[in-house]
């Protein structure tokens, strides 16, 4: 095997081959000493250095992993706060079942066709705990917004996804203990409440674990399972005469369906906070379905999503967590006028502003069509003007509060003030373009959703990008490593650069596929990594091709993740012969891979790194104006942190192109936006793909887009808001310090814009 050891000395001890004493070495000496083996390099260039990247990496990991999982969080903080249930599952597969529930009592919607295997849409999660002791049942309640700690142990920033985290491992355990119940529970009287509590289980493991879906379809198919069982106890009960929303706790829960004031009094609502098995049949339809539709989402079948929501909707078509959750797949789906429909009548109904995502939902849709409701932004503005003050007094009742409670109702209030906030600035923004009062507005959602985090861990930021330089040296790959394979196409960058552009221009093509931001090379890199370093010790053979392997590996699974999406996407559009030739280039948008250009050409030294690249500026201020969904993006809302991001970015960027020259593409996004006729094909043909002008019509591509940048990419190409952020300028001066000499970005595109 050939190393590429260009700088191995240097690299390892930092000197430049000259020798202690500074003269030059004697020819006899240089004469006596033996090169070092290819294989001694490699250990000592490759593995242990690799092996280091593993201990450091994991040390936080384990230091958290001895904090166990918390019980329990408060539902009334919660979006769309899910009770769990009694713990089962099975290792065999379930035959998923065509959903066609017949005469029901309520409207009649579209069935779901082909049921197959994001929060939840980009705002809910519901954190199970799972009982390891024979047959006791826990139930717990928690939210997508108190799942994100505010305690730095377990914040995700602080955690690796996978099984050497300790984290993963627990979560891992608990599902095994769920399959094993589950699989006790079929045929049995329980076995919906078995199957729920796993698929619920599933689902809220992949909305903290990204690694491509690892269980979306598992869960999928175990919510089919439960959605069956509970069909037909429902038709049972119909046929019996029975009640089908008698509640366990009926002899204590009135109806009181003629207060209209009080949603959460009302149909189904009233069981939205039960535990399941409190729940009545058609609550139990109605939690599934839509948790269902949620997976549905997270999985990018947006269709799918809607029909699951529709099915709990014809039940009741009041059932605020379904308008909620199906609110936001009409955004994706680009029906902006259904989801303010949906939105709105949550505003309504939703006194305690228990979602408080559907007013940035809303106000998405009204930024990209003002007319979706009557009344247009001035219906919105007048409802949040009267009730911020209601909120801001509720959050400070809620800090006089001493009791246990007093933190979780504490971040309830800071997040719906931080939603309203932020819709008030998108009215500002884009309707009034009052700037000073977009700022006032802006700048106070910022900090309320930074008054609920712990501090940002500067030091962590540093140690990261310092431990990436000292381990990938140039010397750092052998050659003759990966696989030759050219189908992953990587978009990488910072934040809000212009990557879901580039990657819908690519999606256009009928031989490319955008598979979104949900990485399945990202999500497992760390085993990935383990794997390799074990290999590493057995002998040079088996290591390449373990790493070979691996690489081939996770291109089979993006294949196969693609053709479950693509037989459960319904639109005309994706039924029509576009897709006459299978796609051989996947597109892989997870932007914080710029850390792992190292991996990724370690594993894939022919596949291709495009490196999106924006004016610091614009990327800058896009980050710290939108409303991120909790997670990787938390602290782009405060300047000091933000700075430190970008730099970190920066200077990774710029190590990757010393250690790697050439191996990343750079594209500038301002020369994508003013020249995409001249870009497209050189970017294509960098692809190895043969031109095609639909890339240049991309816009009128129907696909789903699930991303912020929804509602811009539908727009098409345009560039009237390149140097957006100099209306703010006078607001951002402190920022601009902290970025400083980087306020310019001289980077060039690798790809010559024609000058035809």
Not at 194 to 206: C, E
Not at 354 to 364: D, I, K, M, Q, S
Not at 380 to 397: C, G, H, K, N, Y
Not at 690 to 707: C, R
């Amino acid at each position: 095997m050939v190393v590429n050891n260009s700088s191995n000395s240097s690299s390892a001890n930092g000197s430049n081959g000259s020798n202690g004493g500074g003269g030059q070495r004697p020819a006899a000496a240089a004469k006596r000493a033996p090169p070092p083996s290819t294989w001694t390099v490699f250990l000592f260039h490759f593995a242990l250095p690799m092996a280091l990247v593993a201990i450091l990496s994991n040390i936080n990991d384990i230091y958290s992993g001895l904090v166990s999982f918390p019980s329990h969080l408060l539902h009334h903080a919660s979006n769309t706060a899910k009770t769990m249930q009694p713990k089962l599952s099975t290792e065999s597969s379930v035959k998923m079942p065509t959903l066609s529930p017949k005469e029901r009592p309520t409207a009649a919607v579209n069935n779901q066709q082909h049921p197959q295997t994001q929060t939840t849409t980009t705002t809910t999660t519901t954190r199970p705990t799972v009982a390891t002791t024979k047959s006791t049942t826990t139930t717990t309640t928690q939210s997508s917004k108190t799942s994100t700690s505010s305690t730095s142990s377990n914040h995700p920033r602080h955690r690796q996804n996978a099984a050497s985290d300790p984290f993963h491992q627990q979560m891992e355990t608990n599902i095994r203990t769920l399959r094993h119940q589950y699989k006790q529970a079929v045929n049995t009287p329980n076995e919906h409440l078995a199957a729920i509590q796993l698929a619920d289980f599933l689902k809220y493991r992949d909305t903290v674990i990204h690694d491509g879906g690892t269980y979306q379809m598992e869960a999928i198919e175990v919510y089919s399972r439960a959605v069956s069982l509970l069909e037909d106890k429902w038709r049972n009960m119909m046929t019996n005469g029975e009640d089908t929303r008698k509640t366990a706790m009926s002899h204590n829960n009135e109806q009181h369906d003629d207060e209209e004031n009080d949603y959460y009094t009302t149909g189904l609502n009233r069981e939205i906070f039960l535990d399941y098995g409190s729940k009545s049949i058609e609550g139990l339809l109605c939690a599934t379905y839509t948790n269902l539709g949620k997976t549905y989402f997270m999985s990018n079948m947006f269709e799918r999503a809607v029909q699951s929501h529709n099915q709990c909707l014809s039940y009741d078509h009041r059932y605020i967590d379904a308008l909620s959750s199906r609110g936001q797949a009409y955004i994706i789906l680009g029906k902006y006028k259904e989801a303010a429909t949906d939105f709105f009548q949550v505003l309504y109904m939703d006194s305690n502003r228990l979602f408080g995502n559907v007013v940035t939902g809303l106000a998405r849709c009204l930024s990209a069509d003002d007319n979706v409701i009557d009344g247009g932004w001035e219906s919105l503005v007048q409802l949040l003007e009267a009730d911020i003050p209601r909120q801001v007094e509720s959050l400070q009742r809620a800090k006089e509060l001493s009791d246990d409670s007093a933190a979780a109702t504490i971040k309830h209030y800071a997040d719906i003030l931080k939603h309203m906030h932020h819709a008030m600035f998108q009215y500002h923004d884009t309707k009034t373009k009052n700037v000073s009062e977009a700022w006032k507005h802006l700048s106070k959602g910022n900090e309320y959703k930074m008054s609920t985090l712990a501090p940002f861990d500067e030091a962590f930021e540093l140690d990261k990008v310092s431990r990436l330089k000292n381990v990938f040296t140039p010397g750092f790959w052998p050659a003759g490593m990966g696989s030759d394979t050219k189908t992953p196409i990587f978009i990488i960058g910072f934040v809000r650069s212009g990557s879901t552009l580039l990657e819908r221009i690519l999606d256009a093509h009928p031989l490319i596929v955008g598979t979104g931001e949900d990485s399945v090379f990202n999500g497992r890199l760390d085993s990935i990594r383990n794997d390799i370093i074990k290999a590493s010790m057995a002998g040079q053979g088996e290591f390449l091709q373990t790493v070979k392997k691996l690489a081939d590996d996770v291109v089979v699974d993006m294949i196969k993740r693609w053709e479950i999406i693509d037989a459960n996407t319904n639109s005309e559009e994706d039924l029509s012969s576009e897709r006459a030739q299978e796609p051989t280039r996947f597109v892989d948008k997870m932007l914080s891979n710029y850390m792992n250009v190292g991996f990724i050409h370690l594993l894939f030294p022919n596949a291709l790194i495009l490196h999106v690249a924006r004016e610091p500026m614009d990327s800058i201020f896009s980050a710290f104006k939108h409303d991120f969904p909790p997670g990787g993006f938390d602290y782009t809302s405060e300047f000091s942190s933000l700075a430190r991001l970008y730099h970190g970015y920066r200077d990774v960027m710029e190590h990757w192109d010393k250690v790697l020259p050439g191996r990343v593409t750079h594209i500038r996004y301002e020369d994508l936006v003013k020249d995409l006729p001249g870009m497209a094909p050189k970017i294509l043909e960098k692809a190895g793909v043969p031109w095609d002008p639909a890339v240049l019509e991309f816009h009128q591509k129907k696909h789903a887009v699930n991303t912020l940048s929804t509602t811009q990419v539908r727009k098409g190409v345009y560039s009237h808001h390149l140097k957006g952020w100099k209306r703010y300028e006078e607001f951002l001066e402190p920022l601009l310090k902290r970025i400083g000499s980087r306020v310019e970005f001289k980077l060039s595109t690798s790809l010559t814009p024609s000058t035809s």
